[in-house]
Every structure is written in structure tokens, then in C-alpha cells.
């Protein structure tokens, strides 16, 4: 039961890069989300799934994309990286409606930028 | 002011200790609340999970909440070393689509 995987666990990329973390469930659960965790912020949604092609921004949107083609997978996107996009960014995943909203989350990817 | 207020901390307590964490909140809507673990380089852990009022125990965990004083705690009875950890609170309102996280108390138990 792999759960819910990220990948890749360590990033260093350079400012004006195109990054793309990797998130994948195997609980077919219908929300997903990615948060940022930063010393003094604590953790902060950046977007949110409630299903495949249905997405919305959180507390930090700016700087990110997020698509979601199928149930199992959402991809977070920073199209030109900057420094304070350094980070260590976590996938969840919770079954929403009828199913319970306890999130699930990921191991984490560490990122960089430089 | 934040959605979520949670004492950073630190915390050091003596192995065997009743270790108390709490949350306050502004939002009147939250209806799910949940306490994560998350030790050091990891993901953050679902610990206990609660909708609405009351309490709830699992083994040497107990969450309580309190939406009259919109304040929720989290109660360790006989605290191991491996509870060392940040354990952070979660809340959200109805919907369950977005979630307020405190930013984490940091909790040392000395054997």
C-alpha cells in the first residue's frame, strides 16, 4: 500500500527555471492539496483539488500551477522559480464528501532555489 | 490576526509526563479539527481527528474541543521520548476544502 508518494524528495534548481513536483495517490481519494512549510508560517495551502480537472487556489497561489487529469495525480508546477519560492512543499489527500476530511499527506519535496 | 494561533514553544517535559498543546481559533464556522505529528524531515502524521465539540481518546492521546471558548487542546498521558516531536493543529470550516494550520509546538520529552 503505497499511500501517497512525492517525488522528487530533493530539488535544487536556479532563479527563472520551470520545476514541476509530483504528487501520487493510490487511495482514489477526491481532494487533493499542496502546501508550503516555512519557519514561522507553519504550513499554507497553495492550491487544492476536489477532483480531476477541478482546481482552486489557496493562501499562496502566486508563482504556481497545479493541473489534475487524473484522480491519481497533481502536479505542482512553478513556471520561473525565484528564491523565495525555497521550500519544503507537501502533498495531502483527503476523500472529501461523505468519506471524511482528514488529510493524508506526503513525505515532502525539499527545494531549492539558487 | 491568524486564522490559527499555536504556542511554538518549546516544550521539554520529563519522560512519564502529562504534556498539554493547545490551539485557539477565530473562525466560528471550524467544524473539523485534527492534530498531526510530524518528527523532524517528514511529513506531518494524522494523530486524531474530531468533528464538532467534545472529547476524543485514542490509546495515550485525547483531543478536546471547546467552540464556546474556540480552543482546542491535545493531552499526552505518560510521555514517551518517540513523542518528540512538532505536533501542529488543523481546523476547517463545513466544506472541508481548506484547512488553517497552526504553525507547530515543539515538543521535547527528556528520559
Known amino acids: 500500500d503505497a499511500g501517497i508518494t512525492q517525488s522528487p524528495r530533493y530539488k535544487i534548481t536556479e532563479t527563472g527555471r520551470q520545476v514541476t513536483l509530483m504528487c501520487h495517490q493510490t487511495?482514489?481519494?477526491?481532494?487533493m492539496f499542496w502546501y508550503r512549510q516555512d519557519l514561522g508560517h507553519g504550513l499554507r495551502l497553495i492550491y487544492y483539488?476536489?477532483?480531476?480537472?477541478?482546481?482552486d487556489k489557496g493562501e499562496v497561489p502566486d508563482g504556481y500551477v497545479v493541473s489534475r487529469s487524473k484522480t491519481e495525480n497533481f502536479p505542482l508546477t512553478l513556471e520561473s522559480a525565484t528564491r523565495s519560492q525555497t521550500s519544503v512543499y507537501f502533498c495531502?489527500?483527503?476523500?472529501?464528501?461523505?468519506?471524511?476530511?482528514?488529510?493524508?499527506f506526503g513525505p515532502g519535496t525539499r527545494l531549492t532555489v539558487t | 490576526q491568524k486564522e490559527v494561533e499555536q504556542d511554538p514553544g518549546p516544550l521539554s517535559v520529563p519522560e512519564g509526563a502529562i504534556v498539554s498543546l493547545n490551539c485557539t481559533y477565530s473562525n466560528s464556522a471550524f467544524q473539523y479539527f485534527m492534530w498531526y505529528r510530524q518528527y523532524s524531515r517528514k511529513g506531518p502524521e494524522l494523530l486524531m481527528y474530531?468533528?464538532?465539540?467534545g472529547n476524543k481518546e485514542d490509546g495515550r492521546f485525547t483531543a478536546q474541543v471547546d467552540k464556546s471558548s474556540k480552543y482546542i487542546s491535545l493531552f499526552i498521558r505518560d510521555s514517551q521520548p518517540s513523542d518528540s516531536a512538532t505536533y501542529l493543529c488543523a481546523m476547517s470550516a463545513k466544506t472541508g476544502n481548506q484547512f488553517y494550520f497552526g504553525t507547530g509546538t515543539s515538543l521535547t520529552v527528556i528520559p
Open positions: 483539488s476536489a477532483a480531476a480537472d477541478i482546481t
Open positions: 487511495w482514489s481519494h477526491s481532494y
Open positions: 474530531t468533528y464538532s465539540s
Open positions: 495531502a489527500s483527503c476523500k472529501g464528501p461523505n468519506g471524511g476530511y482528514e488529510q493524508y
